[in-house]
């Protein structure tokens, strides 16, 4: 019998990942499937709960809504600076991506949202925040962790 993904099972998936009008976001057909450690938050919420039970050779979809997945759009994440505030770029466009200091000290990815003017807006949610996530997926393997990837939270 097929071994179940379960907790601490070593998973590789096929996927590709749709928005809503059908455009592909991103997918692993022609590379390597995707490997992660069940359990551990190397995924999304949603698309981990959707893998639970399934064996290899399984294949579904799932809609996977913003709470499941990146999370809803944060406007305190999105704010306007002074051009200025970018001091060694010479041209700053929308869709540029930066890294900033967040006021924790933490190093967040910011993308450049909107330039008018001498104001530029950028956006620190994540690119795929409050969009519901459509997958296509393809258990290719189901095997038991190691001890030393169980203890690292990650595969090996």
Do not use: C
């Not at 913003?66 to 944060?74: K, L, N, Q, V």
């Amino acid at each position: 019998m097929p071994q179940a993904i379960a907790e601490n099972t070593v998973v590789d998936i096929h996927y590709e990942l749709t928005d809503d009008e059908g455009n592909v976001l991103d997918s692993s057909k022609g590379a390597q499937p995707l490997s992660y450690l069940h359990g551990a938050g190397n995924i999304i919420p949603g698309l981990e709960k959707a893998l639970a039970g399934k064996t290899e050779e399984d294949s579904f979809s799932v809609r996977i809504e913003p709470a499941e997945a990146y999370g809803e759009i944060m406007p305190e994440l999105i704010q306007t600076l002074p051009r200025s505030a970018f001091q060694g770029v010479d041209t700053v466009e929308v869709g540029m991506n930066f890294e900033a200091q967040a006021p924790n000290g933490e190093v967040q990815r910011v993308r450049v949202k909107d330039v008018e003017g001498e104001e530029v807006t950028i956006d620190a949610n994540h690119p795929l925040a409050g969009m519901p996530l459509n997958f296509q997926v393809d258990v290719v393997g189901v095997r038991d962790a190691t001890e030393e990837e169980i203890a690292h939270g990650h595969v090996h």
